[in-house]
Nanobody, 124 residues
Framework: QVQLVESGGGLVQAGDSLRLSCAVS??????MGWFRQAPGKEREFVAA????????VYAESVKGRFTISRDGAGNTVYLSMNSLKPEDTAVYYC???????????????????WGQGTQVTVSS
């Protein structure tokens, strides 16, 4: 059974930084993504990375502030978040795409497995 375990969420102030981690229990991985969902809103794309080659894509709202990276030798993906804003408050989920995909990685529907989510709260 494939498992994704997120960690690193918490309560911070605006302008602070936070790093989320997502440990994956399988070596069958093509790409990883981070999504977030605020109360009353749909789940939205944050960032994604292809494991081989490391190409990245970001949502416009986080570009320049967030960085997605992976531990190439291991099974962990990170989301480093700087200059956090109150509007970044949400539950953050990591997701795994197992098979190769030529389409965009910004849709939740292309991912096969999901973590349980970790809360990030940014106070003003």
């Amino acid at each position: 059974q494939v498992q994704l375990v997120e960690s690193g969420g918490g309560l911070v102030q605006a302008g602070d930084s936070l790093r989320l981690s997502c440990a994956v229990s399988t070596f069958r991985r093509y790409a990883m993504g981070w999504f977030r969902q605020a109360p009353g809103k749909e789940r939205e794309f944050v960032a994604a990375i292809r494991w081989s080659g490391g190409s990245r894509v970001y949502a416009e709202s986080v570009k320049g502030r967030f960085t997605i990276s992976r531990d190439g030798a291991g099974n962990t993906v990170y989301l480093s978040m700087n200059s956090l804003k109150p509007e970044d408050t949400a539950v953050y989920y990591c997701a795994l795409r197992v098979e190769r995909l030529t389409m965009q990685l910004n849709s939740p529907s292309v991912y096969d497995y999901w973590g349980q989510g970790t809360q990030v709260t940014v106070s003003s």
